[in-house]
């Protein structure tokens, strides 16, 4: 069964210094990959998406990610973290077409000045 | 594009009475929505799936007696939470997926609380 392991609960960055959340999945084929973010009491904001093709994809606000199959591993980064970043971040895939996404537990980025 | 609303935002009500949650997909048409429930601190749980025109799909474990779904058009969706317990107080978000596409978009969630 395809499942998602966000490996860490909680990351605490300096505004400006870089990101990197890690996403370790598991499905035989291919999968489809998502980032999600979400701010306190609000809905899920899509920041990018994998389905195939160039392995490093871009999103929105500034986050990349890099889909490499041989870690199976997907994992979310920026260059340069804003205050504005504090957020829950959720991994997601999607196994098969047609199939509701499976989450990991998500990960709390802080930000401190 | 790819909006998704919610209404309500809030919902205050007393232990017994019933709920309904609108999903609305506002510049797509929607043929699959999901209802999520998450619980504070903790990842999305899947409730259910629901295509329009037909019965949902609940997950293992969800009553869907209690938890009713109907996908009536290809914009809307509902939840009712049905002789609601204090227990069911929690997060509810809804996500669409537009036609042909694989890419869910999420409405803000309804906070539940049941008293």
């Known amino acids: 069964a395809q499942s998602v392991t966000q490996p860490d609960i909680h990351i605490t960055v300096s505004e400006g210094a870089s990101l990197e959340l890690r996403c370790n999945y598991s499905y035989g084929a291919t999968p489809y990959l998502f980032w999600y973010v979400q701010s306190p009491g609000q809905g899920l904001q899509l920041l990018l998406k994998y389905f195939s093709g160039d392995t490093l994809v871009q999103g929105i606000k500034g986050f990349e990610a890099e889909f490499k199959r041989s870690q199976s591993s997907f994992n979310l980064r920026k260059p340069s973290v804003h205050w504005s970043d504090a957020a829950e971040y959720f991994c997601a895939v999607y196994g098969q077409a047609g199939t509701a996404l499976i989450f990991g537990k998500g990960t709390t980025l802080s930000v401190s000045s | 594009g790819a909006v998704v609303s919610q209404h309500p935002s809030r919902v205050i009500c007393k232990s017994g009475t019933s709920v309904k949650i609108e999903c609305r997909s506002l510049?797509?048409?929607?043929?699959?929505m999901f209802w999520y429930r998450q619980f504070p601190k903790q990842s999305l749980m899947l409730m259910a799936t629901s295509n329009e025109g037909s019965k949902a799909t609940y997950e293992q474990g969800v009553e869907k007696d209690k938890f009713l779904i109907n996908h009536a058009s290809l914009t809307l969706s509902t939840l009712t939470v049905t002789s609601a317990h204090p227990e069911d107080s929690s997060f509810y978000i809804c996500?669409?997926?537009?036609?042909?596409?694989?890419?869910?978009?999420f409405g803000p969630g309804t906070r539940l609380l049941v008293l």
């Open positions: 510049d797509f048409q929607a043929t699959t």
């Open positions: 996500s669409a997926r537009p036609r042909g596409q694989e890419t869910q978009y």
